[in-house]
T-cell receptor, first 113, second 113 residues
């Protein structure tokens, strides 16, 4: 059974650009959540999508957005990139809404220069 | 609001010695608790979780954790560590009303040969 797949694994962008990250959940999982991991702030919740609807949102500016498609795949978009957006972005999928059944992907490491 | 405290940022331990990684949480509602392990340049792997029932939970690789509601703790223990246990360990708390995880700041476990 394939795990959670995040693409790309590494990304380098320039300040002011925008970026889109992708997450393909485990087959049959309908919930996708996103977390940001930085050395300074640790692991922080971004948002959760279930059945193509955002169900929960963390305390991030509006530059961070996401969506979920009918096949449960999810994308996360960050616009007007700042240096502080450099982080490991982790996606977790779950068969149902909520965190109790999470399986995490390997992450996308974004570097903003 | 929930919070998680991992008091030790780094723990060096000799190979084959026992180890305890401490985790305390704060929450006003019923919680579920996790320990995740992260190897360099990888995502989070679930080590073990407490959802309900028996307060002692075990992983397949020899780790165990005990949920102590009165002390609001979920410490992780292993009676004999191996070089391959070198990694960063994260404690996380979630609740059934607000389905996201709050993570501790992590404990870096270093095994000394």
């Amino acid at each position: 059974k394939a795990g959670v797949t995040q693409t790309p694994r590494y990304l380098i962008k320039t300040r002011g650009q925008q970026v889109t990250l992708s997450c393909s959940p485990i087959s049959g999982h309908r919930s996708v959540s996103w977390y940001q991991q930085t050395p300074g702030q640790g692991l922080q919740f971004l948002f959760e999508y279930f059945s193509e609807t955002q169900r929960n949102k963390g305390n991030f500016p509006g530059r961070f957005s996401g969506r979920q498609f009918s096949n449960s795949r999810s994308e996360m978009n960050v616009s007007t990139l700042e240096l502080g957006d450099s982080a490991l972005y982790l996606c977790a999928s779950s068969p149902r809404q909520g965190a109790s059944g999470y399986t995490f992907g390997s992450g996308t490491r974004l570097t903003v220069v | 609001a929930q919070s998680v405290t991992q008091l030790d940022s780094q723990v060096p331990v000799f190979e084959e010695a026992p180890v305890e990684l401490r985790c305390n949480y704060s929450s006003s509602v019923s919680v579920y608790l996790f320990w995740y392990v992260q190897y360099p340049n990888q995502g989070l792997q679930l080590l073990l979780k407490y959802l309900s029932g028996s307060t002692l939970v075990e992983s397949i690789n020899g780790f165990e954790a005990e949920f102590n509601k009165s002390q609001t703790s979920f410490h992780l223990r292993k009676p004999s560590v191996h070089i391959s246990d070198t990694a960063e360990y994260f404690c996380a708390v979630g609740d059934f009303g607000n389905e996201k995880l709050t993570f501790g700041t992590g404990t870096r476990l270093t095994i000394i040969p």
